[in-house]
């Protein structure tokens, strides 16, 4: 029988705290029964002798100081996972939300795991095709990247996800795959688009979903993303899958922080974040990836809402810091009716040269995306340019740049929700805009490309490069 | 020894009580899975305790026992190739004896203790020594042979000394000391945080060449200097970090992996076997040591790593090798060095930074230097120290990065703007800076060509002419510019995309010897003092900016580090169309 305590002192925002205890432990799993008989979960934050600071997950709302009873677990907070959890939808603390029968555990596993042994780890090397253009041939995804997406409120971010859970694939094999589905914070409606997309993709019998919705408590998002993670890696590297986890909105998730740490009275960092909102992040992102001679692999793709589009707003700086790239979103693309409107330039992908090549794509590949990044930013400086001085006092050349940015961005970003590009047709597109451009702008190619990839899209006139362009 | 209980724990911090033996920064066991961690401050006999692993568990109560030593290292063959984790735990025997994950309370010693390494004296019996004096030597592997000192503290007459296999713990001989005759083992320890000693400290004046032409031609660091690369995140820090780790000419490597991503040391880990040194073609692991705390990993190792990577290179630096030591990133470790101290409650100072971080940060890059070694052959040994900085949003106001800017020499400064355009790597030309220009000229004109420092000169100039005739262009359009501004542009985009633009990932591209870095910015050069000269001669700008002849010193770079006089051929191509060009121009007027 555990020891029951009726000694609390303070109940703070979500945090309580009790004193005589006896025998706490740091992290430990406490279970708060209020007077009215409904039990809440928590977690202990700091113990002392005699006094644990206890973070309630679903809030403090009816907790008194007088009747309510706190019993210590003594162990953490663990999920029971198990292979009929696939097809099924949980709340944020991981408890069944649809009709579905009860899951009975194959084991019980600490929702916060453990560092993988940078050592134990595999290089991520196996191309993702997302059918998407701008990610597949300029930001490509593979297996074991953690790979975000910056985005702004309003911005179909939800969509992109949903696209590249559906279409994404590895070339040639035929291997289970799984999604795990965290989300935090968001509205119903939202989680309905998710939940409707994998249903009428028949995905959602491949799928694991936690739903923390907008009205749910706060702080229990701080346990979502981890129950979703564990999950996946129960998946991936007991059940030998290939798992795609996406986590959205995880500026949800670190509100929710900073609301403990608020409440916590701890020295606030940048707009209030605490200091270890770095350290808090990485054990959730680092959670992605391979492990040598394991089977499985878990991908990530977390989604977060940037604050007034800011790059530099702690949140999706420090998940720049940690993630392998980002896929950025942009309004005014989003504006000019581009979908999906990624903003390629500052986009990236930092594992793609691993996973793009000879053997992956196609030999191309490399010098491609750096001469489209490199055409597409020096025409995008041309139409600023052309905004200040107007379009006639372009050069001839800036001209054609000018041009080559606009048809980029209809052509190659912009692509619709259901279009599920090839890779061939993401590179020969890419090559197809580049033949407007003359052979001595195209200084990123070797030679033996433009001769074996290019030579079909130029017109005739084009065989004397001097004469085009300048 | 004392044992202390537990009575408080927060996070990564313990506080122990009745610890009346402890002093500050000694070595603790916590409770009796045996954690380690570190005193970092005393009250009475409370002791706070920084915890290098994972606390979760741990209740008050529990047992805390000081070992009485400081935070060390295990300085011995067998480090060479090896990758540690922050306080130097082997993470490949780590594996091997729990598996995939990292859990708390192993125990691994950092030196394989049954290794028996065939040990060759190059001291005699009878010889006087003193600490730092080369007693023998180890082929640890075959790009190191691995020194073996006399250890710091032990002066005396050598009684004995044995050649043999040994263990790092056997006794390879004895030395007669003021106290005694002691034996002598391979293996030393060494506190962390306290630098290694040295006879003196040398002006650093020869360059780390990296094969990065932007660094060794425009921002040098030299041998025993300091750099810093602060840039926002996506601006390449890392990447230059493994080029530098992989092509910079120095002994021994030492890859610090602070706090940053696992999968990238993963990457050192599966690529650097397979690279070749391009000056001994043996595989790069085989000179490079590396500490590995990765983000996820505990925040308190983290703040370890950084001292048990610069000992170690010191170490090495003392057998008189030339060592480069690469920690990515510094501000994880400045981080870790906050969070620790705000759970300390100390007043804080800039952005919640500890008010000591500038003095931390100062004390670990003048640990760098060329130095005159211990011991009695005056022999030098130089460390190189090359710290990223990863600051919030890229604003270089940031207290880590001002900090660091203070006492490093070099200043690669990255910018997003730059990436964004897939310049790389994205070292702005105009915000750097090397302060070891001056002293490397000397070696530059002798090791290279005697031009190199003007040659050098004339280029940054050029850039720094483009950068102010940007802001005309963009008021007034290119088209208003006079044809000698307009040259000068064609030139400074030449000399960014032709020469300053290196990709890391071409085979040829990746590394560019000093000869053939000059003989690059030189084509562009003359190309541009032909295509003035023709212009006097009213030759028109447009027909000079479209020469087919730009083409090839477009990609001169690609050329082969074995074929580099075929650059010196395009000279005669530039000039001979230059020629043709002011022929047909006449016959058109």
Known sequence: ?470 | MNEGRIVKISGPLVVAEGMTDAKMFDVVRVSEKGLIGEIIELRGDRASIQVYEETGGLGPGEPVLSTGQTLSVELAPGMIESIYDGIQRPLTVIREKVGDYIVRGVHVPAIDRDKKWPFTPTAKPGDIVGPGDLLGVIEETVLVAHRIMVPPGIEGKIVELNEGKFTVEESIGRIETGEGVKDICMLQRWPVRRPRPFKKKLPPVEPLITGQRVIDAFFPVSKGGTACIPGPFGSGKTVIQHQLAKWADADIVIFIGCGERGNEMTNVLMEFPELKDPRSGEPLMKRTVMVANTSNMPVAAREASVYTGITIGEYFRDMGYRVAVMADSTSRWAEAMREISGRLEEMPGEEGYPAYLGTRIAEFYERAGKVICLGSDQREGAMTVIGSVSPPGGDLSDPVVQATLRVARVFWSLEDLLAFQRHFPAISWLNSYSLYLDELEEYLKREVDERMPEERRRAMRLLQQEADLQDVVKLIGVDALSPENRLILITARSIREDFLHQIAFDEVDTYTSLKKQFKLLNIILVMHDAAREALTHGAPIDKLQGLRVREEIARAKYTPESRVTEIDRIKEKIEAEIEELLKTEEIDA
């Open chain 1, 1 to 470: 029988m555990l020891k029951e305590y009726l000694t609390i002192k303070d109940i703070i925002g979500p945090l309580v705290l009790v004193e005589e205890v006896e025998g706490a432990r740091y992290e430990e799993l406490v279970e708060l029964e209020l007077a009215n008989g409904e039990t809440r979960q928590g977690k202990v934050l700091v113990v002392e002798t005699g006094r644990a600071l206890v973070q309630l997950f679903e809030g403090s709302t009816g907790v008194d100081v007088s009747r309510s009873r706190v019993r210590f677990l003594g162990r953490g907070i663990e999920l029971g996972v198990s292979p009929d959890m696939l097809g099924r939808i949980f709340d944020g603390l991981g408890r069944p939300q649809d009709e579905g029968p009860r899951i009975l555990p194959e084991k019980r596993v600490d929702i916060n795991g453990s560092p993988i042994n940078p050592y134990a780890r595999n290089y991520p090397s196996e191309f993702i095709q997302t059918g998407v253009s701008s990610i597949d041939g300029l930001n490509t995804l593979v297996r074991g990247q953690k790979l975000p997406i910056f985005s702004g409120s309003g911005l179909p971010h939800n969509r992109l996800a949903a696209q590249i859970a559906r279409q994404a694939k590895v070339l040639g094999v035929e291997e289970e795959f799984a999604v795990v589905f965290g989300a935090m914070g968001i509205t119903f409606e939202e989680a309905n688009y998710f939940t409707d997309e994998f249903r009428r993709t028949g995905a959602l019998a491949r799928a694991v979903l936690f739903l923390n919705l907008a009205n749910d408590p706060a702080i229990e998002r701080i346990a979502t993303p981890r129950m979703a993670l564990t999950t996946a890696e129960y998946l991936a590297f007991d059940l030998g899958m290939h798992v795609l986890v996406i986590l959205t909105d995880m500026t949800n998730y670190c509100e929710a922080l900073r609301e403990i740490s608020a409440a916590r009275k701890e020295i606030p960092g940048r707009r209030g974040f605490p200091g270890y909102l770095y350290t808090d992040l990485a054990t959730i992102y680092e959670r992605a990836g391979r492990i040598k001679d394991k089977k499985g692999s878990i991908t990530q793709i977390p989604v977060l809402t940037m604050p007034d589009d800011d790059k530099t707003h702690p949140i999706p700086d420090l998940t720049g810091y940690i993630t392998e790239g980002q896929i950025v979103l942009n309004r005014q693309l989003h504006k000019k009716g581009i979908q999906p409107p990624v903003d390629v330039l500052p986009s990236l992908s930092r594992l793609k040269d691993k996973g793009i090549g000879e053997g992956k794509t196609r030999e191309d590949q490399a010098d491609l995306f750096n001469q489209l990044f490199a055409a597409y930013a020096r025409g995008k400086e041309a139409q600023e340019l052309a905004v200040i001085l107007g379009e006639t006092a372009l050069s001839e050349i800036d001209r054609l740049y000018y041009n080559f940015a606009d048809t980029f961005e209809q052509r190659y970003v912009s692509q619709g929700e259901d279009e599920d590009r090839s890779i061939e047709q993401t590179l020969e597109l890419g090559w197809e805009l580049l033949a407007v451009l003359p052979t001595s702008e195209l200084k990123r190619v070797r030679q033996v490309w433009l001769d074996k990839y290019l030579s079909k899209y130029r017109k005739e006139d084009s065989a004397t490069p001097q004469k085009d362009g300048i």
